[in-house]
């Protein structure tokens, strides 16, 4: 994909609007980067300087426990910056990016878009936006993995994505096993979780396609 493609569809989805002033600043801070499946973009405590904008794919977002076990942050789709905490902190990466599925990125300069936040007060709003909604997100997933079981929480998972595509019927985004990681379980419970929820008519299952039948009250 070339620079100007990715400009626009990171204006167009991310800003609302292509703005020409603000698309020439951009074009001298930013770059395209295609990654495929299992790449790594960058660790947990690696020094850099960049900050990315998901044009397509997944990108899994994860830290590294005092036990040595991966414990998964966050699953990063198509529209989403991640990365974002370089503009406030220190130029380590508190998380280890990978590739889940073959990717297209926007790669942005956190130093020198900090400079460019200050003269540009619509972007600004938007970011301070989306740093709110991640925060908000992280607030939610450690009151689920205080208060919820895995069975609570996968159905407040599976809840939120057919409410985000507007379907009963959808993919599941990743892997079982690291939607496991996700919710804190083995993949061995959740295998066993799914089965339990199909024999119950709460899912039919064929492989990552998931049909959402019903939600008991009680889980919602």
Known sequence: MQLNDALDIFLNSFIGRNDPELRDSLSTITFV????????LFLEGEEGDTIYYLISGIVKLSRTNPEGKEAVVHFVHSGEMFAEILF?????????????????????????????????????????GLLARRLQYFVTMI?????????????AYLVHLSEDRNNTRFRL???????????????????????????????????????LLKVPSQET
């Open 88 to 128: 406030y902190t220190e130029s380590r990466y508190p998380v280890t990016a990978t590739v889940l599925d073959n990717a297209v990125l926007l790669g942005i300069s956190a130093g020198k878009m900090a400079r460019l936040l200050e003269t540009s007060p619509g972007f600004s709003m938007r970011l301070i």
């Open 33 to 40: 980067s295609e990654k495929h499946k299992k790449d790594i």
């Open 173 to 211: 985004p990743v892997p079982k096993g690291e939607l496991a990681a996700l919710l804190g379980t083995t993949p061995e419970t959740f295998s066993r979780l799914l089965h339990q929820l199909d024999s119950e008519g709460v899912v039919k299952i064929h492989g990552r396609e998931i049909t």
């Open 143 to 155: 009151e689920e993995l205080v208060t919820s079981d895995v069975r609570q929480r996968f159905i």
